[in-house]
């Protein structure tokens, strides 16, 4: 009795809580930093094609991830191409989730169920272990979820989501499947609350979301149609934009746009690629499970008319968006905004039923830190093939750390080389020295 009381006591207080999470969290990052650290392809290019200011802002078609790059040249300039260390973005974004999943609800054995269930998708650890956006992206979505569920400032979160929506949309364009049911819901549940027309309203709107979505759509769209129409060449000196005339001006931006919203990775149809996605599912039943609980529970919540709020018709409308859009792109995206609906499902699952015989909700507890200690401990981060072999080919290659010669070799060799040189022989990126190396 004495012994219950005591381990009630311990588990009720929240220092215990952030003792267990903090301790997972830290495994987690030992086993990850003595994990063996190999590039993927889409690494190496990131690093060889945006670790310069002049090329940050261009997409590439679907690889550059413009937050990660942005802090990922922040760490190259400092400490030169560090795999790990470009890597940990994604990681810490990942522990930034747990905690601020834990801070908001106070559950321990719900936040232990979310780190279970992601170190047991293979596809969710190891985009949250890789030099990629996505981990950033679910960051933010998650961020945005509580924001729309604190009634004590409701003003000042309309503004943060707003400006977060507005960036998102070009960090990475599979995140509009859940950015757009987001604008809706949370501009018409705005709006309706006044009670007449207002222009503050629409300020509000205009300043936190139209004013940054419009002013990185030129940049970007500007700096993306440069690359389209080749003209980088042309930019030696200041002259080159005063000669430009609106037209000019109108073809860069147009052609920059469409190379943005409608490459040939964002205009994938879903219906005509069917199989494909059927097989996806298939072959990720765990990661299509969460969208399917997702679905059936904001449905039922919907129709059966009980107690509703805008999270359940953004979910909602998530799939009817899904549809409507009809593109197909591979798994790795959905990862950017998997924990919204993860938390979705866990925030109100009813586990009172454990509370009411507690030395169950202790060895639940026990059980779940178990198998996550397990999963840490047989951890596989990356199950996608890496390309060490390609490395330590051109590593061992490598004499007196010369710069690559001009040679024909096949396209990616050319990346793979200089970013082998960049990495074992502690150069910082230089984009022109890459381009006439790259071009010959």
Known sequence: MVNNIFLKKLNNFDKFGWIILLSLIGLILIKFLNYEHYPVHDEVVSVTLLSDIKTSLIKFQATNH????????????????????????????FFLIIIFFYKKTKDLNKVLLFILYCLSTDIIIEYYSLYRGYAI???????????????????????????????????????????????????????????????????????????????????????????????FLEIVNFNFFIQLNIKDIFSIFYSGFIEIFFNKFTTVSLFENIYEFCSNIK???????????????????????????????????????????????????????????????????????????????????????????????TADFIKSKNLKENYLFFANKMKNCNFPSKKRALEFDKHMEYYVYLVECKKKPNINMFYNFYKY
């Open 66 to 93: 413009y937050i990660s790059t942005q802090i990922g040249n922040i760490l190259i300039k400092i400490f030169g191409v560090d795999l790990v260390k470009l890597r940990l973005i994604s990681l810490i974004s």
């Open 137 to 231: 992206s679910a960051l933010l979505f998650t961020y945005i979820y509580f924001l729309m569920i604190d009634e004590m400032n409701k003003i000042k979160n309309l503004k943060i989501m707003y400006f977060i929506l507005s960036i998102l949309i070009f960090h990475n364009q599979s995140n509009l499947f859940l950015i757009i049911p987001l604008l809706l819901v949370v501009t018409f549940n705005f709006l309706k609350n006044k009670n007449k027309f207002s222009l503050h309203s629409y300020r509000i709107i205009c300043v936190y979301f139209g004013i940054p979505f419009f002013t990185i759509l030129f940049a970007t769209s500007f700096v993306e149609g440069i690359k389209v129409q080749k003209l």
């Open 283 to 377: 072959n990720n039943i765990a990661l299509f499970t969460i969208f399917f609980l997702s679905l059936i529970k904001s449905s039922y919540k919907i129709f059966n008319k009980k107690k509703t709020n805008m999270i359940d018709y953004v979910v909602f409308l998530f799939f009817i968006t899904f549809l409507i859009l009809n593109k197909n792109g591979p798994v790795r995206i959905y990862t950017g905004f998997i924990t919204f609906f993860i938390i979705y499902i866990l925030k109100d699952l009813n586990l009172l039923f454990l509370n009411n015989k507690f030395n169950f909700y202790f060895l639940f507890q026990f059980v779940l830190i178990f198998f996550i200690v397990f999963k840490i401990f």
